[in-house]
């Protein structure tokens, strides 16, 4: 039984900034590949940030230079720090973890396992 669950969405005003959190049970955490998506109201599910078991990380262009992601694995938890939030930042955040991910981690079919989600909401 593999769990992930995220904490620390809210409702900001843009410019702020907020961390999330994934904490995982059941999951072999520092040899895989893990990673955030978020979805917005009527639109697809995309890759935010991932990160491999050796560090790697990769950043969707669109939040590169404002979003990091990052893990602890003696916490087994996962990180996002976002910055200068944006309207346009507005959705559900997802954790999702893998065995392996055999594209840069940005995809939701790399994935198996998903946590519940949490709500960011960015006003102007």
């Known amino acids: 039984q593999v769990d992930l669950v995220e904490s620390g969405g809210g409702s900001v005003q843009s410019g702020s900034s907020l961390t999330l959190s994934c904490t995982t049970s059941?999951?072999?955490?520092?040899?895989?590949?893990m990673g955030w998506f978020r979805q917005a109201p009527g639109k697809e599910r995309e890759g935010v940030a991932a990160m491999d078991s050796d560090g790697t990380t990769s950043h969707a262009d669109s939040v590169r230079g404002r979003f990091t992601i990052s893990k602890d694995n003696a916490k087994n938890t996962l990180y996002l720090q976002m910055n200068s939030l944006k309207p346009e930042d507005t959705a559900m955040y997802y954790c999702a973890a893998s065995d392996y991910c055999p594209d840069n981690g940005l995809g939701t079919h790399e994935y198996n396992y998903w946590g519940q989600g949490t709500q960011v909401t960015v006003s102007s």
């Open positions: 059941g999951y072999t955490y520092k040899y895989g590949c």
